[in-house]
């Protein structure tokens, strides 16, 4: 099965501060990415990379930056957490074969900004 | 980022009962997934489709990925108390393989009366 997991399941940080949020996969999958989950706004994608030290704007990149060093690990960045970026995290990876459509989640982070 | 746009946007029904669900888009699609999300945890695929007309089961759900490519439905038969959650239509647009992101249906909240 493949296993995606994220550093932390609840964050409580305040307005100003750097944020990391990790996700590990466990599967060899070439691409990872990054949504954020909001009510009323479903998952929307704010970075993706598909090899290590790659990354690729989605559709709500600011305020964040991100970080793949290796191929298991895809770091998301605040660099100064603001209000606004209260939200679910959640982290994906895929593929690069026929399958690479099939995206798997991670449990998600619920990240809360003071 | 386009959405998906997914209907119901909530069902309320009894145990036994038939569910079905579906997504639309102005834009074609080269493959169509499902995903069930429990409060608090992060979406899990249920079904992946690939081909226009392709109908596939998984248990007692089943999917088609329509004709035109621009849309897809969901059904659950005889529905027990653990199908409650919510339900997500996503879509790529990039062939097997590719690392786009996904795009998002706003989900149908599925809630079973005893």
């Known amino acids: 099965d493949v296993k995606v997991t994220q550093s932390s399941r609840y964050l409580v940080k305040r307005t100003g501060e750097k944020v990391f949020l990790e996700c590990v996969q466990d599967m060899d999958h070439e691409n990872m990415f990054w949504y954020r989950q909001d009510p009323g706004l479903g998952l929307r994608l704010i970075y993706f990379s598909y090899d290590v030290k790659m990354k690729e704007k989605g559709d709500i990149p600011e305020g964040y930056s991100v970080s793949r060093e290796k191929k298991e690990r895809f770091s998301l960045i605040l660099e100064s957490a603001s209000t606004n970026q209260t939200s679910m995290y959640l982290c994906?990876?895929?593929?690069?074969?026929?399958?690479?459509?099939?995206?798997?989640f991670g449990p998600g982070t619920r990240l809360t900004v003071l | 980022g386009q959405q998906l746009n997914q209907s119901p946007q909530s069902m309320f029904i009894q145990e036994g009962e038939d569910v079905s669900m579906n997504c639309t888009s102005s834009?074609?699609?080269?493959?169509w997934l499902w995903y069930k999300q429990d409060p608090g945890e992060g979406p899990v695929l249920l079904i992946a489709?690939?081909?226009?007309?392709e109908l596939t089961s998984n248990g007692r759900l089943t999917a088609q990925f329509g004709i035109t490519r621009k849309d897809s439905f969901l059904n659950i038969s005889a529905s027990i108390p653990s199908d409650v959650g919510i339900y997500f239509c996503?879509?790529?647009?990039?062939?097997?393989?590719?690392?786009?992101?996904?795009?998002f249906g706003k989900g149908t909240h599925l809630i079973i009366q005893p």
């Open positions: 834009s074609i699609f080269n493959t």
């Open positions: 996503a879509g790529q647009k990039s062939p097997g393989g590719g690392a786009d992101g996904l795009t």
């Open positions: 489709l690939y081909k226009a007309g």
């Open positions: 994906a990876s895929s593929s690069s074969g026929r399958a690479g459509n099939e995206q798997f």
